[in-house]
């Protein structure tokens, strides 16, 4: 119960949806709770944003089990606003989309274990609600509506990686041999082409190769 209480509706319905038949979910593992534990062994992480929170887990996991951690990409979203009673105050499509790219923001915290063989990814690109709620006075202008859940409205595509490799890999595939962050921009990452850069130098498959122009120059390895 404790662990499952402050428990979104998208992080349940995620829950269910990929574990697996025998699978348990919310179970004791190395002093740690695990979303799923399959019979195998193997466990699957449903994390819904900030990955490299699961590090200390990973690090407890990853040397006895296989973990396959689950990350939603939400290609649309809805903003549902909701009164103080409940009532809809508004609801709007949220003019952001989720990309690919938003990953190298997450793996941020982790890439230490990027040559570890028992880490695998699904990444899945959905449509979400997020539901907010409006319940400060309207005189604080600056306020904006705190986020109280978030639904899961449709599965579109999943993409699985066998390692972290396999997603730098999908990047630097389509990047020139040598490249800047305007070249990743370029490519579809737009605002997280920092983080790409970043990570993938920061784990070793790329190196620093001088500036074109005033741009910071990178090379693959």
Known sequence: MINTYNESDLHKTLKEHF???????EQPLLGSICDILCDTGNVIEIQTSNLSALRAKLEKFLPEHKVLIVYPIAVDAYIHVINQDGS???????PKHGSFFQIFRELSGLYHLI???NLSFKLVYMSCEV???DTVPKKRRSFRPGIINKKLIEIHSTEDYKNMKDICKKT????PEEFTNQDIKNIG???????TSWFLSKAGLTIPEGKRGRLKLYKKI
């Open 19 to 25: 574990c697996p038949k025998n699978g348990k979910t």
């Open 88 to 94: 809809t105050k508004h609801r709007r499509k949220s």
């Open 115 to 117: 040559d570890n063989k």
């Open 131 to 133: 539901i907010k709620t």
């Open 172 to 175: 630097l595939d389509l990047l």
């Open 189 to 195: 990452a737009k605002i997280y082409a920092s983080y």
